[in-house]
T-cell receptor
């Protein structure tokens, strides 16, 4: 079956670094995405990994290990506005079209 | 980046009525659009995949006669919730891909449906 796991909640302080882990078991794999979602809003794209390794984009980095079915999102120099839900999603080519399978999301709370 | 719009952003309706939600790709042609539903504190759940000019593909457990999807053009897909009930109250989000297999899906801002 399809399964994507990530922690439900995390807390951190401004200026800190936080790592949000995601593990997945899917029948197929064609890329892993991280999205940020503020309450009541649609998800916004953060990163995409299809090959093993680290992708860095400003304060955000994402890592993928396909053999381990594992990814993490690393947020540096945390700001209050980073308080949001972070969704890990896998594109499974065995699913219809290029639809994404989402995890339940990790709610990150950043305090001062 | 590519922009996807949804209309309306919020809708409140009475039980038994039908509601239509529009999803438009504003500056690109989307061969495929996806409809998701998200209940409070839950993940996005794919409802259906919509391809222009063909019938939508529904996920298991999603009633195709209740959730009517029409993808009439490369820039517009509509989701109609027929005979809505309170349990249909949810956040409905569409997304669009430029081409099959491209890296990124672009999400619309979502539609909050409340059925009284």
């Amino acid at each position: 079956g399809q399964n994507i796991d990530q922690p439900t909640e995390m807390t951190a302080t401004e200026g800190a670094i936080v790592q949000i882990n995601c593990t997945y078991q899917t029948s197929g794999f064609n890329g892993l995405f991280w999205y940020q979602q503020h309450a009541g809003e649609a998800p916004t794209f953060l990163s995409y990994n299809v090959l093993d390794g680290l992708e860095e984009k400003g304060r955000f980095s994402s890592f993928l290990s396909r053999s381990k079915g594992y990814s993490y999102l690393l947020l540096k120099e945390l700001q209050m506005k980073d308080s949001a839900s972070y969704l890990c999603a896998v594109r499974d080519p065995d699913q219809a079209g290029t639809a994404l399978i989402f995890g339940k999301g990790t709610t990150l709370s950043v305090s001062s | 980046g590519a922009v996807v719009s949804q209309h309306p952003s919020r809708v409140i309706c009475k039980s038994g009525t039908s509601v239509k939600i529009e999803c438009r790709s504003l500056d690109f042609q989307a061969t495929t659009m996806f409809w998701y539903r998200q209940f409070p504190k839950q993940s996005l759940m794919l409802m259906a995949t919509s391809n222009e000019g063909s019938k939508a593909t529904y996920e298991q457990g999603v009633e195709k006669d209740k959730f009517l999807i029409n993808h009439a053009s490369l820039t517009l897909s509509t989701l109609t919730v027929t005979s809505a009930h309170p349990e249909d109250s949810s956040f409905y989000i569409c997304s669009a891909s430029l081409l099959a297999g491209v890296d990124e899906q672009f999400f619309g801002p979502g539609t909050r449906l409340t059925v009284l």
